[in-house]
């Protein structure tokens, strides 16, 4: 199994960015999927998800109407939007896939730096 994200970088604030993450080795469409972000000195938590069926998204009061999650199954792949990003959103940025009925069934990539600052 591999879960690989990208798309990180350096942003300007009020820029955007789109992250993505390609999971590979599982059945996909049977996964939720989520990103995580971690910023230094801070707890992991939760950016936003998306159930295996690529509705019901889920967001951190944080990224409520800036931030957008979704997933092309075909493509193994979900994607997160960041929109007039912040500097408080600067963090790794971490995908994983959570077995839709198995939730203890749950794949971590290593994460894509995202930077935020002029």
């Known amino acids: 199994v591999k879960v690989v994200e ?7 604030p009020g820029g955007s960015l789109r992250l993505s993450c390609v999971a590979s080795g599982i059945a996909f469409s049977r996964f939720n999927m989520r990103w995580d ?4 000195g801070k707890e992991r938590e939760l950016v936003a ?13 944080s990224v409520k109407g800036r931030f957008t999650i979704s997933r092309d199954n075909a493509k193994n792949t979900v994607y997160l939007q960041v929109n007039s990003v912040k500097p408080e959103d600067t ?7 959570i077995h839709s009925v198995v939730s ?3 794949f971590w990539g290593q994460g894509t730096q995202v930077t935020v600052s002029s």
């Open 91 to 97: 963090a790794v940025y971490y995908c994983s896939a």
């Open 104 to 106: 203890a069934s749950r």
């Open 49 to 61: 998800e998306i159930t295996s069926a690529g509705d019901r998204p889920n967001y951190a009061d």
């Open 6 to 12: 990208s798309g990180g970088g350096l942003v300007q």
């Open 37 to 40: 972000r971690q910023a230094p």
